[in-house]
């Protein structure tokens, strides 16, 4: 009888123990997942391409303009200067980073704050985005700015004023990373 309370005991208290472990581990994002797509050909022979896959917490958009940016809103974190008609065709489809996804030894050195500058990408990489629910932001971006100290994890994609679909905050927004 005291065996079977015990045992019941032990496993209330395994099962909430994984119970807690599971949900905290749901809070927290895996930074880089792997995913194989393989095409096949009426040939015998396979093609394989290998993608990284980095899941973003948040996507929103950012217009050039001083309540936005800073006091010189038309210049970027590396000095690109943004041609507002150009991002209005579509043709300048640039975007800020959160500061711990990109990689600049420069600042790591200038700056106390050792999460930030540590990333993946580099100012002028071109980056692969993908976004189930707003699939107009789908395509390639170039990375030219940095987003304000205080987001992580995160994209702001450069538009111009009053461009429609509004963005809001996109929270499936994936970058693809080919291997």
């Known amino acids: 009888?005291?065996?079977?309370?015990?045992?019941?005991?032990?496993?209330?208290?395994?099962t909430l123990c994984i119970l807690i472990m599971?949900?905290?581990?749901q809070d927290i994002?895996?930074?880089?997942?792997?995913?194989?797509?393989?095409?096949?050909?009426?040939?015998?022979?396979?093609?394989?391409?290998?993608?990284?896959?980095l899941h973003l917490n948040r996507g929103t958009r950012y217009n050039a303009t001083v309540s936005q940016c800073d006091n010189t809103p038309f210049k970027t974190a590396d000095g690109s200067i943004i041609v507002p008609s150009k991002v209005k065709k579509g043709t300048q489809r640039w975007v800020a980073l959160s500061r711990d996804l990109i990689l600049d030894q420069y600042r790591y050195n200038l700056f106390n704050n050792k999460i930030h500058w540590k990333g993946y990408f580099k100012f002028g990489?071109?980056?692969?985005i993908e976004s189930k629910a707003h699939p107009f932001i789908n395509g390639e971006w170039v990375v030219h700015d940095c987003m304000s100290a205080r987001a992580v994890n995160s994209i702001d994609f450069l538009a111009s004023v009053g461009v429609i679909p509004r963005l809001g905050v996109a929270k499936d927004v994936k970058i693809i990373i080919k291997k």
């Open 22 to 25: 599971f949900n905290f581990k």
């Open 1 to 14: 009888m005291i065996k079977g309370i015990i045992r019941s005991i032990c496993f209330i208290g395994i």
């Open 29 to 53: 994002k895996k930074p880089i997942q792997k995913v194989i797509i393989v095409k096949t050909n009426i040939k015998p022979d396979v093609v394989t391409i290998e993608y990284d896959t």
């Open 125 to 128: 990489d071109t980056i692969l």
